[in-house]
């Protein structure tokens, strides 16, 4: 099959080697672009901070930038979203790694669990823009004490409005693989702007979950993973 991948780089790369070890045939198509804030990190990790929090491997990256600013907050509890962010953080040499259910919301759990009276210091939640407000409300609603830092920003990437229908030009897309809501809305404009309908370029819209789904066209024929990681997206295929 030839499937879209729209996520971010290096991500993007790496999904192609799973679809291409699958059989099937990848297109990247990045919609959007991370910026580091590295050195917002590194001042965020001078304070006080009696957990980190994660929501995205994303982070991972930016925290890997830090070099050997790192090594101190190596043994700080991480609170990680999914397995893939969990398996990042284990890669940088964290040693004492707490994975969640794959949602913000559901993060809170395990945290919660670990620190039945809140943790000694604030947590240190290290998020993206934009991003769903999901552990920071569930944080809220459950009393821990917590301070949010963005360590990177994603930005749309700026393609040309007939990139759709070249590709349209070899072919139906059997499948496109989305993996946010910002993706989601800058492929509708995308889409728009090529003056294409969902429908004629992609007979399957595969989603992280019904958020995203919930962006795209009315004719998009929308398909939701069964829990939000890449391993069960794929398995939509």
């Given at each position: 099959m030839r499937v879209l991948v729209t996520r971010p780089r290096p991500a993007a790369a790496a999904t192609a080697l799973k679809l291409e070890a699958m059989g099937h045939e990848?297109?990247?198509?990045p919609l959007m672009q991370a910026e580091h804030l590295v050195a917002a990190v590194g001042t965020a990790l001078k304070q006080s901070h009696g957990a980190i929090a994660l929501t995205s491997a994303e982070a991972t990256r930016v925290?890997?930038?830090?070099?050997?600013?790192?090594?101190?907050?190596?043994?700080?509890?991480?609170?990680?979203?999914?397995?893939?962010?969990?398996?990042?953080?284990?890669?940088?040499?964290f040693?004492?790694?707490?994975?969640?259910?794959?949602?913000?919301?559901?993060?809170?759990?395990?945290?919660?669990?670990?620190?039945?009276?809140?943790?000694?210091?604030?947590l240190l939640y290290l998020a993206g823009s934009p991003r769903s407000d999901g552990l920071e409300r569930a944080l809220r609603q459950r009393g821990i004490d917590h301070r949010t830092v963005e360590c990177y920003r994603m930005t749309p990437v700026d393609h040309r409005s007939d990139e759709l229908s070249g590709l349209l030009r070899a072919g139906q897309?059997?499948?496109?693989?989305?993996?946010?809501?910002?993706?989601?809305?800058?492929?509708?404009?995308?889409?728009?702007r090529s003056r294409l309908s969902a429908?004629?370029?992609?007979?399957?819209y595969l989603c992280?979950?019904?958020?995203?789904?919930?962006?795209?066209?009315?004719?998009?024929?929308t398909e939701i993973a069964a829990l939000p990681d890449e391993e069960h997206l794929l398995r939509r295929l």
């Open positions: 990848a297109i990247l198509l925290l890997e930038a830090l070099d050997h600013a790192l090594k101190p907050h190596l043994a700080t509890p991480l609170f990680c979203v999914g397995e893939a962010t969990g398996r990042a953080a284990a890669d940088l040499g040693t004492d790694i707490h994975v969640g259910p794959g949602t913000g919301e559901g993060l809170a759990e395990p945290i919660a669990a670990a620190f039945p009276l809140g943790p000694p210091e604030p897309v059997d499948a496109v693989l989305l993996y946010s809501r910002e993706s989601a809305r800058q492929f509708t404009t995308l889409l728009s429908a004629a370029l992609s007979r399957r992280l979950s019904a958020s995203i789904a919930e962006v795209l066209p009315p004719d998009a024929a």
